[in-house]
């Protein structure tokens, strides 16, 4: 099978979102820095282009955070070529296996799980990044940004307008949606 690697821009300046014609990986790997990718040999690779400030995977793509002072144009396809070799070569994402989807807690809990499972983590991944739910305490929802959400301008927006409404439609109990600092 040959691969082939092509980017998109995200809604974040400094992520750039590599998508490869293969699946990487069943959910999602945050390594937002160097020592986080200590068990994955495809971060720990990545890692060591001094230009490359964060690595987040999801099932067919890799978006990779830059350092400030990078210019995408200068470093794009010098990484396009290395995500193309070390999908080729099988690099490992992660070193232990990842089990299946589990959602815990109350049923409203495992509603709100689910809502966040099926309709807004495609959306979110859609702009490389990802969502994770923490926590359902009286009425407020906490989540986590990842990816080129983390950090993202745009983020705030998409977290009110999008998540929150649509929760809130979908589970009258929900009063507010708010995302954990990382």
């Known amino acids: 099978m040959t691969i082939n690697v092509y980017t998109e821009q995200t809604p974040n300046p400094a992520t750039m979102k590599f998508m ?13 820095t160097k020592e986080s ?7 720990k690779e990545l890692f060591k ?12 793509f890799v ?21 193309k070799g070390a999908v080729e070569s099988e690099y490992k994402i992660k070193e232990e296996t990842t089990e299946a ?17 099926d309709y807004v983590r495609p959306a979110v991944e859609q702009d490389g990044g990802a969502i994770t739910y923490k926590s359902f305490d009286e009425g407020v929802v906490t989540v ?3 990816g080129s ?4 301008p745009s983020s705030t927006i998409t977290l009110k307008s999008g998540i929150q409404n649509l929760l809130q439609r979908m589970v009258p109990e929900v009063k507010e949606v708010v995302s954990e600092a990382l």
């Open 149 to 152: 959400c983390s950090g993202c």
């Open 37 to 43: 990718a200590e068990h994955s040999p495809f971060a």
């Open 49 to 60: 282009f001094n230009f490359v400030n964060g690595v987040f995977f999801a099932s067919n």
């Open 20 to 32: 490869v014609n293969k699946l990487l990986i069943n959910g999602s790997e945050d390594f937002a």
């Open 63 to 83: 978006t990779i955070t830059k350092a400030e002072d990078t210019d995408w144009a200068d470093i794009e396809p010098i990484l396009k070529e290395f995500v």
């Open 144 to 146: 986590e940004l990842r």
């Open 101 to 117: 989807v589990n959602f815990e807690g109350t049923e409203l809990e495992i509603k709100i799980q689910q809502i966040l499972h």
